[in-house]
């Protein structure tokens, strides 16, 4: 059953391209006789799929009991959470929030599935893909009128390439440069390595940019013996970058500030609010945002715009805490140690990073992506287990 499990992993990669389709017909302005919701229910249903059968396999082997604490919270606050939201917003928006909460539960449900191989066969996967990506973003540039702005060039800039926006762009492109570097074998990884750039350059996102920067520049800090130095040089080039970032993404003036500043508005709007266990499970989604729009579904639901935000609405302060420590813990256990495990810390640095701007647990393949690559070293350092 693990070979099959792999399969259907290794099956969302490929058809990725077609998942994105709505995306990349959305940029063209080409609009289609049938609705885009179609097109993308392969994976929704693919994803159901992948939980189930991970769901099945697990019984099969004997965890650590973190496992089974960790699998426990976070079905339990799932189930209360779902039967509070569907006595009062209705079962489309609870059921938003099960769509939310699967990469939650795949990247513990994994444990006993990922292997090397597997993330060997996934690097070539999203080396094709990024190839395909970044010459999508080329023929945007080259072809198209600049929709977003143009970059500092003076071509048509913040480039989606196969998804809707920049940011999901860059963000793949990053993730697609950690992969590479640590997972492709041979000569052909510094290509896939200068594509990745390339692609994030083209995406100018914010977020692809500053994943970028830690990519490159954490695992030169980490094994340096002038931490000291190289902590001076990096707030002073994060300062310049954060306060350049409308110039190198080619936004409007002050739009960067303005988009952080709502992000920040947004988050503290919610805390005032925060519930111990949330009754709005599933409003801070943007598969909610989706129904409003599509099908007209009356809710509450808000663009959250952060992984945070929405778990605290998703889930209420408790588990937000929890998550919070959890998040902590890891850091503390990564990179305070005489020996830091580079990849290990830089894929979850990245996906915490991610998540600042961008509910990343809804944005595919990054979802997909971080659950494989997390549950793998997991397992590998035994993280949930009592004798790492």
Known sequence: MKAKIQKVILLLFILTPLFCLSEIFEYLGLGLSFDMFFIKLPKDILMIFLLLMCTIFSFRYKHPHNYYICLLLLFSFTIICFAFSYSLNGLQIAMAGVRWAIPFFLLILLYDVVDIDLLKKVTKIL?????????????EMLFFPPRKGLNIFGFPGRLPGIFVHPSASGTFAAFCFYVIRYFQEG???????????LSVFLSMSST???LLFLLIFMPWYLKSKHKGILSIVAVLFLFLVVTNLDFLTGRGEGSSAVS???????????????????????????????LMSSFGIQSNAYI??????????????IFFFLFISAILYLL?????????????????????????????????????????????????????SKNK
Request: net charge neutral; aromatic share 12%.
């Open 260 to 290: 952080g500043g709502t992000r920040i508005q947004i988050l503290q709007e919610i805390v005032d609010s925060a519930e111990p266990i949330s009754t709005n499970f599933g409003l801070a989604t943007n598969t909610a945002i989706n």
């Open 187 to 197: 000569k052909i990884r510094l290509l896939g390595l200068v594509i990745a750039i």
């Open 304 to 317: 959250a715009d952060s992984l945070y935000t929405s778990v605290l609405t998703n889930y209420g302060a």
């Open 208 to 210: 692809g940019v500053i």
């Open 127 to 139: 080396f094709c893909l990024l190839i395909l990506h970044a010459a999508v973003q080329l023929l």
């Open 332 to 384: 503390l256990y990564l990179f305070v140690r005489k020996k830091i495990d580079i990849p290990f810390g830089l894929i979850f640095l990245i996906s915490i990073t991610s998540g600042v701007s961008i509910i990343i647990v809804e944005m595919f393949p990054m979802n997909i992506i971080i659950a494989v690559f997390l549950s793998y070293f997991m397992k590998e350092y035994s993280f949930i």
